[in-house]
């Protein structure tokens, strides 16, 4: 009986297999959720609940399936193609017509960008001889369709200098009667964005491998490159922004027939049934590309966008070039953006704000600041150096604004800095950094009393009570009196009677120090009698009337 296989990527040591009658099955791409097709009935199951998700019966025949998104099901039959949402009740919902130059194709393919607006089918077949890719180009918002020749296609998107947001591209190969091309173009403008020109690219193919064509794509994000798989199993890695070759050689000794993406490389299976996973590596790639293409600015660009090791000499150099040509605006958003930070130290800062600024323009240093915050985080130094100006000027919102958004390292020095302007925004400095002295300073200052015990059996910290009371007793006389009595009602107590009585004593808070020890002695325990002689001793000497009121009242025997 047939069986499907689910294999764990993660351990695959973990393997599920379960008899099944249908023809063919899908596996979500993030979720133990498996999809089955016999003949135009289809079923969705997941596997952990062991419960039936959803199905459909189609009125056509799938010829191609695939799940687009971990929700969705894209199908293809032999006039149109369908989008499945596994969530609600709703039925395949039918995205557009396929178009002409399809027609006797076998469908390879088909892919959509993120936004669900663009989407490309492909399909091959055997004229003379000679293998025709065939892709329909569809555009969702304008309801058309563009045929081309092309054998794989990926939609991706990609981080030009100088933009404010991700530039989207669509990245396509062929191998036509006159050469093979791979093409990158724009999609989707973005107003304020640099335009991206059109990058178009030779692929080369080995004198063993004349009659090779491309049969999948899948992109690579976090490097903006796209992996390219052939019928005769040889990658090719291309850079997305320039359509540079950056690695070809060959995977697999026999045909590869299904890939996907898989952890920021490709995973594709063979005809033998071997699972083959190929990702740059991060250590040896810009290294790679110097020595064996002698591609200095492919190199940075990818250094730089993926934060990766093989450069630093050519950032130092470039850095050293630009500030002895005076162009600090430039050497400033360079060692912003070096990678794993290797320019975003003391030294760096230090030569920037020492520079002039040009009438109009943003000073070196906080052109520096503008282009890390643009991208992620200062680092506890940076955060330091940027808060001093920042207030000095009065702009503490913005630094407010930086905190709430976890632009800054939080530190115990940073925090001290901004202490003076604003001791509740320290206070949040404080706990970022995990400095509980110093929140507990802030917390006592505030008068938030009642917060401080808390905070401290929260973090584990246990501070000298007895100077903090008199500190605190320094600065307001009843909430000492408050937060005495709070210590000694813990259990265990946090601090004595005795010690308490001390601290007032030592600031002449008799009016605190009766009100303390009347709370403190009401138990009228034996063991408290010297605080009893205390209590009454103090009074009689400062308060005969309350002296009386005690001992009238008999409070203490």
Not at 137 to 161: C, M, T, V, W
Not at 208 to 218: K, L, R, T, W
Request: net charge negative; hydrophobic share 40%; with cysteine.
């Amino acid at each position: 009986r047939e069986q499907v296989c689910v294999v764990d990527l993660e351990d695959t040591s973990k393997t599920f297999r379960r008899p099944i009658t249908a023809d063919s099955a899908i596996m979500n791409p993030e979720n133990k959720i498996i999809a089955l097709k016999a003949g135009r009935n289809l079923q969705v199951f997941n596997l952990e609940m062991k419960a039936k998700v959803k199905s459909c019966v189609m009125t056509d025949d799938v010829q191609y399936w695939r799940w687009i998104t971990p929700f969705d099901i894209a199908l293809v039959t032999e006039t149109s193609v369908f989008h499945w949402s596994i969530e609600g009740t709703a039925s395949p919902v039918k995205q557009f017509e396929r178009h002409a130059n399809l027609n006797g194709t076998q469908i390879i393919s088909y892919t959509a960008n993120a936004k669900m607006n663009w989407m490309a089918l492909i399909g091959i077949s055997a004229p003379q001889g000679r293998i025709v890719g065939s892709m329909q180009l569809y555009n969702k918002d304008r309801g058309a369709s563009q045929p081309i020749e092309a054998h794989a296609a990926e939609f991706s998107e990609i981080r030009l200098e100088g933009a404010s947001q991700p530039t989207q591209v669509f990245a396509f190969a062929s191998r036509g009667a006159n050469g093979s091309k791979l093409h990158v173009v724009e999609i989707d403008h973005v107003e304020g964005n640099p335009p991206f020109q059109k990058r178009s690219a030779d692929i080369m193919f080995p004198p063993e491998a004349v009659n090779d064509f491309p049969v999948s794509m899948q992109a690579g994000p976090k490097y903006e490159v796209v992996y390219m798989v052939t019928k005769f199993g040889f990658i090719h890695v291309y850079d997305l922004e320039s359509g540079a070759c950056i690695f070809t050689n060959r995977i697999s000794g026999e045909t590869v027939f299904v890939t996907a993406p898989h952890q920021d490389g490709v995973i594709a299976v063979n005809r033998k049934g071997q699972v083959l996973s190929v990702c740059i590596n991060e250590e040896t790639v810009v290294p790679y590309i110097l020595q064996h293409t002698a591609n200095v600015e492919l190199a940075f660009r990818l250094a730089s966008r993926a934060n990766l090791p093989g450069a630093d000499q050519l950032y130092v150099q470039r850095f050293q070039q630009l500030m002895g040509q005076s162009q600090y605006n430039e050497a400033a958003k360079m060692a912003a953006s070096s990678p794993r930070g290797m320019l975003r130290t003391e030294n760096t800062i230090n030569q920037l704000k020492h520079l002039q600024s040009v009438p109009g323009q943003l000073s070196p240093i906080l052109q520096y600041f503008a282009t890390i915050l643009e991208k992620g985080e200062l680092n506890r130094h940076e955060s330091i150096e940027l808060a001093r100006p920042v207030l000095a000027s009065n702009r503490k919102a913005l630094l407010e604004k930086w905190l709430k958004e976890d632009k800054l390292e939080c530190s115990e020095e940073l925090g001290d800095i901004v202490h003076p302007h604003d001791a509740t925004l320290a206070l949040s400095v404080y706990l970022r950094a995990n400095v509980p002295a110093k929140v507990v300073l802030c917390f006592a200052q505030s008068g938030q009393f009642d917060k401080i015990v808390l905070y401290c059996k929260k973090v584990g910290y246990t501070p000298d009570w007895v100077q903090l009371l008199m500190q605190i007793s320094r600065v307001d006389a009843e909430k000492a009196c408050d937060f005495a009595l709070s210590l000694v009602k813990e259990d265990p107590p946090l601090i004595t009677a005795d010690q308490v009585v001390g601290v007032f004593s030592s600031q002449n808070m008799v009016q605190q120090t009766t009100r303390f020890l009347l709370d403190a002695l009401k138990d009228n325990k034996e063991s408290d009698a010297h605080l009893q002689t205390k209590l009454l001793e103090l009074n009689l000497l400062n308060a005969p009337q309350v002296a009386d009121a005690i001992l009238g009242n008999s409070m203490f025997t």
